[in-house]
């Protein structure tokens, strides 16, 4: 099993910044890909921004410029800097990651943190 758990969110103005991180545990062989996806009120879940095992980033552009995704493989934890806060970033974040365990791949879910930008 493999397990993935979210933390950083919380309260912030616009134009400020939080760093969210997302911790892989349980038996992993590697993770090919994290990634981070969001879902505010209302509204379906939308892509954020994901990275590969050799680092390769892709970004929604709603995130580009702003955001920076990273990850330290020998912890198997992402990261996701948010600048530049604006309150359409408001929502649920929530961590995604393929990883290998034993011989197969999972496709695992954190269980989500809030981020709200308001003043």
């Known amino acids: 099993q493999v397990q993935l758990g979210e933390s950083g969110g919380g309260l912030v103005q616009p134009g400020g910044s939080l760093r969210l991180s997302c911790a892989a545990s349980?038996?992993?062989?590697?993770?090919?890909?994290m990634a981070w996806y969001r879902q505010a009120s209302g509204k379906q879940s939308e892509f954020v921004a994901v990275?590969?095992?050799?680092?390769?980033?892709n970004y929604a552009d709603s995130v580009k410029g702003r955001f920076t995704i990273s990850r330290d493989n020998a912890k198997n934890t992402m990261y996701l800097q948010m600048n530049s806060l604006k309150s359409e970033d408001t929502a649920v974040y929530y961590c995604?990651?393929?990883?290998?365990?034993?011989?197969?791949?999972?496709?695992?879910w954190g269980q989500g943190t809030l981020v709200t930008v308001s003043s």
């Open positions: 349980g038996s992993i062989s590697s993770i090919p890909s």
């Open positions: 990275i590969s095992v050799g680092g390769v980033t």
């Open positions: 995604k990651a393929v990883a290998k365990s034993g011989n197969t791949y999972l496709e695992v």
